[in-house]
């Protein structure tokens, strides 16, 4: 059973930093694309940044760039959020594409977690 598990949220200061973790079992992680996305309130999922684990590519959105990470180690897969933002605020998930390549479409990830809240003080 395909499962990911996000943890790492909290609440911090603006300008500080938070390191999302996204443990993955149930599946080879090896062939498929992992994504971290974030949904504020009241509005659809946005795609933060991706990471093709079979090529090792990684892909920012400019919301991301020069400012957050993807990595992976193992299993997890983490996302480093640095000089956060209040407008970062949101609830962050990581999903696993349906389709072997990254994409940002979250149509086109078929497992989701639960999600892990960020909350960005200013």
């Known amino acids: 059973q395909v499962q990911l598990v996000e943890s790492g949220g909290g609440l911090v200061q603006a300008g500080g930093s938070l390191r999302l973790s996204c443990e993955a079992s149930?599946?080879?992680?090896?062939?498929?694309?992992i994504g971290w996305f974030r949904r504020f309130p009241g509005k659809e999922r946005e795609g933060v940044s991706v990471?093709?684990?079979?090529?090792?590519e990684k892909y920012y959105t400019d919301s991301a760039k020069g400012r957050f990470t993807i990595s992976r180690l193992k299993n997890t897969v983490y996302l480093q959020m640095k000089s956060l933002r209040p407008e970062d605020t949101a609830v962050y998930y990581c999903?696993?594409?349906?389709?072997?390549?990254?994409?940002?479409?979250?149509?086109?990830?078929?497992?989701w977690g639960r999600g892990t809240q960020v909350t960005v003080s200013s």
């Open positions: 999903a696993r594409t349906a389709i072997k390549r990254a994409t940002f479409d979250p149509e086109d990830f078929g497992s």
């Open positions: 149930g599946f080879n992680l090896e062939v498929w694309a």
């Open positions: 990471v093709d684990v079979r090529s090792g």
